[in-house]
Structures are given as structure tokens and as C-alpha cells.
């Protein structure tokens, strides 16, 4: 099982990026998706989760700006990222919650995509 993100890059401040996450592999159902981020420095935090029956939750820090989304059909989680601030810079994670047709499974981490806003 592989989670793939893509979608980062360099924008200025008030700009607009998207980020894509594909499952792939041996997946039987994905429960939580979610994206993380790590600035330099920093701890790796929350940025928002959404479940397989679509309910999301936010970091208040991107409430307003950022919308997850998915396409259950897919295996992909969705980032949209509008009015980014140079703050939102940072390393972002895609995270999920898989199940195997075996019967395992795991919390997942993709590589992360680089973001970066500047001023």
C-alpha cells in the first residue's frame, strides 16, 4: 500500500494550491484520510481529516481558507488551499486509515509534498 501526494509548490501569499493523495496497492477501505503538515522546526500537526462518509474536521488555523475533500471511488483525498499566508509553508503529509482484503491494515503515511507561500 502507497499513498502518493502531489500538488506542492512555490506561490505568493493570498495564492491558491491544490493537493492530490492516491492510495494505491492492495486497499480494501480507507476510513479516515487526512493532511498533516511539518514547518522547519516544528512539530508535524493536524491540518484536516475527512471519513469515508465525508465528515471533516479543521485546524483553526486554515478554517475558512482550506477544504478537504475525496473521491471514495478513487482512493484520493484532496487539499484545497486558497488565500495561503507564508505561515502555511511547510512539509504537507497525506494520512489514512486503510483496510486490507486480508484483513490488516494500518494508519499510512505518503512522502510529503513541499508548500511554499512567499510574502
Known amino acids: 500500500v502507497q499513498l502518493q501526494a502531489s500538488g506542492g509548490g512555490l506561490v505568493q501569499a493570498g495564492g491558491s494550491l491544490r493537493l492530490s493523495c492516491a492510495g494505491s496497492g492492495s486497499i480494501f477501505s480507507i476510513n479516515v484520510m487526512g493532511w498533516y503538515r511539518q514547518a522547519p522546526g516544528k512539530q508535524r500537526e493536524l491540518v484536516a481529516t475527512i471519513t469515508s462518509g465525508g465528515v471533516t474536521n479543521y485546524a483553526d488555523s486554515v478554517k475558512g481558507r482550506f477544504t478537504i475533500s475525496r473521491d471514495n471511488a478513487k482512493n484520493t483525498v484532496y487539499l484545497q488551499m486558497n488565500s495561503l499566508k507564508p505561515e502555511d509553508t511547510a512539509v504537507y503529509y497525506c494520512?489514512?486509515?486503510?483496510?486490507?482484503?486480508?484483513?490488516?491494515?494500518?494508519?499510512?503515511w505518503g512522502k510529503g509534498t513541499q508548500v511554499t507561500v512567499s510574502s
Open positions: 494520512n489514512a486509515d486503510i483496510s486490507r482484503p486480508n484483513g490488516k491494515g494500518g494508519n499510512y
